[in-house]
């Protein structure tokens, strides 16, 4: 070889390393907006793809018949699904079997020598589990329709969902020679390995810190948000669009982010979606910090809590809008 095709040899090299990080060609991209406003959602089709299994909703169960004793005259210790008839209890029984703990059976939360005693941790947690699903499918219209949830649409056949988060300990700056990272500056999954917030999670889907890159009236006194506040805000965005599969695009017009009435319409269920996310972390999973043992907590001694992943998985509406709440009425309304 002789210098110059070394050279076109190494500049080839170089750009296959600098693309290897790029998504292949040819992407599909979807106007999702007015034209020439720039709103246009691009898909890489080979990623939409590997999704298709995950969003596949498992067949029902046949129906059972509402007829006959209910289950709190048939059974010792039924707190909250006491008005269904024995076929219907046992159907959900099967059906929670199958989306929760698929592998382990009854067992999971039963003691088999005794349905009735509440010693396994599990069956606690299920129970708040069937009261915070009936909260979502009758309080939270706004954002998860007539589509609505079952168990299966965060667990997918897992005790423990894939998709879920923990508050990081803070850094301890005692003796490193790092500095203060501020929360920041290393690759974190929940902001899609860039070098915002590792945890744009607790401010947001936690507390109640306001959500806000831009002034709300005319500089130099407008805009009170700081740059901190926008990276922060910047961290959720980036999560919501991950967790959805989904550009800025999908809810904002790009020529304001904040403009509600520039945004498309997903903004606004977005909206309601932050404050349920808010809603079902305070009043359904940290009250159960205490019945989790060590093993399934979090660095900080937190349990394991709900973010736009844990239901989305990467699709625009969880198993792309299928319904499976059509098929369990008992988890459509709190009676
Ligand atoms: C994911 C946890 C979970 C799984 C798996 C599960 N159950 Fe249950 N089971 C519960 C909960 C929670 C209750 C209490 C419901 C209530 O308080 O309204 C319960 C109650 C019962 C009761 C009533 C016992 C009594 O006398 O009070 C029976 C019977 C029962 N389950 C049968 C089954 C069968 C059979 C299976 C397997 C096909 C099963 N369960 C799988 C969580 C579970
Ligand atoms: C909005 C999402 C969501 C829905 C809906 C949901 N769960 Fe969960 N579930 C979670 C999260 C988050 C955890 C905490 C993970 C862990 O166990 O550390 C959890 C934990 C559990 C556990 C404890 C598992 C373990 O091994 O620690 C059981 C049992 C359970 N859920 C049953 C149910 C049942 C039954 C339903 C339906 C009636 C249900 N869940 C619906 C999110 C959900
Ligand atoms: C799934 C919908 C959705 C996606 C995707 C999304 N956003 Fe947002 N965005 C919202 C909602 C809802 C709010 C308002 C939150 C609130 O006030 O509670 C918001 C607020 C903002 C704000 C604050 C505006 C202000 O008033 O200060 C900015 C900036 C922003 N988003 C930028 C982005 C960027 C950049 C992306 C892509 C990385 C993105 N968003 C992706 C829904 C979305
Ligand atoms: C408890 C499960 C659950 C959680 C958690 C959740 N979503 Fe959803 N989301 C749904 C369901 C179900 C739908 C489908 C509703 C429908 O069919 O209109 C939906 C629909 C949406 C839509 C409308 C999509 C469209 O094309 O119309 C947006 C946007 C959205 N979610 C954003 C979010 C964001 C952002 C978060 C986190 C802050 C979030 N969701 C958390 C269950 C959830």
Redesign the pocket.
């Known amino acids: 070889m002789n210098m110059r095709s070394i050279q076109i040899a190494s500049t080839l090299l170089l750009v296959v390393l600098l693309l290897a990080g790029c998504e292949r060609f040819p992407m599909d991209s979807v106007q999702h907006g007015y034209r020439g406003t720039g709103m246009v959602q691009v898909y890489n089709p080979r990623i939409l793809e590997t999704k298709d299994a995950l969003n596949t909703a498992p067949a029902a169960l046949p129906a059972a018949s509402p007829d006959g004793p209910k ?1 709190k005259d048939l ?8 008005d269904l008839s024995g076929g219907e ?2 159907r959900l ?2 059906a ?2 199958n989306w ?2 698929p592998q382990e ?2 067992v ?3 003691n088999p020598a005794n ?2 005693e509440d010693t396994k941790y ?2 606690v947690v ?2 708040k589990m ?1 009261q915070m699903t009936r909260s979502i499918n009758s309080d939270y219209k706004q954002h998860v329709a007539e589509t609505g949830v079952t168990c299966y649409t965060c667990h997918r056949g897992n005790p423990v969902p894939t998709q879920v988060w923990f508050t990081p300990p803070a850094q301890n700056k005692g003796a490193d020679f790092i500095g203060d990272l501020a929360g920041q500056n290393t690759p974190g999954a929940l902001v899609n390995l860039s070098s915002l917030p590792t945890d744009p999670l607790t401010p947001y889907l936690l507390e109640d810190k306001p959500i806000r890159v831009n002034g709300t009236a005319a500089l130099p006194s407008g805009n009170r948000q700081s740059i901190k506040q926008a990276e922060w805000t910047y961290g959720l965005m980036t999560h919501m669009s991950t967790s959805l599969g989904v550009n800025c695009t999908y809810c904002h017009n790009t020529r304001s982010f904040s403009s509600w009435e520039n945004s498309p319409p997903q903004r606004v269920t977005a909206y309601y979606g932050i404050r349920m996310a808010r809603d079902l972390n305070n009043n359904y999973m940290t009250p159960l910090t205490e019945i989790f043992p060590d093993n399934r907590k979090g660095a900080s001694g937190d349990v394991a809590k709900v973010s736009c992943a844990t239901c989305h998985q990467g699709a625009f509406k969880p198993l792309y809008g299928y319904s499976m709440v059509k098929d369990h009425p008992e988890l459509a309304a709190t009676p």
Not at 75 to 82: A, H, I
């Open positions: 289950a059974y010792k210790n039924v707190q909250v699904l006491g209890f046992v029984m099967t929670m079997t929760v703990s059976g009854c999971y939360c039963h349905f009735a599990t069956k299920a129970r069937i």
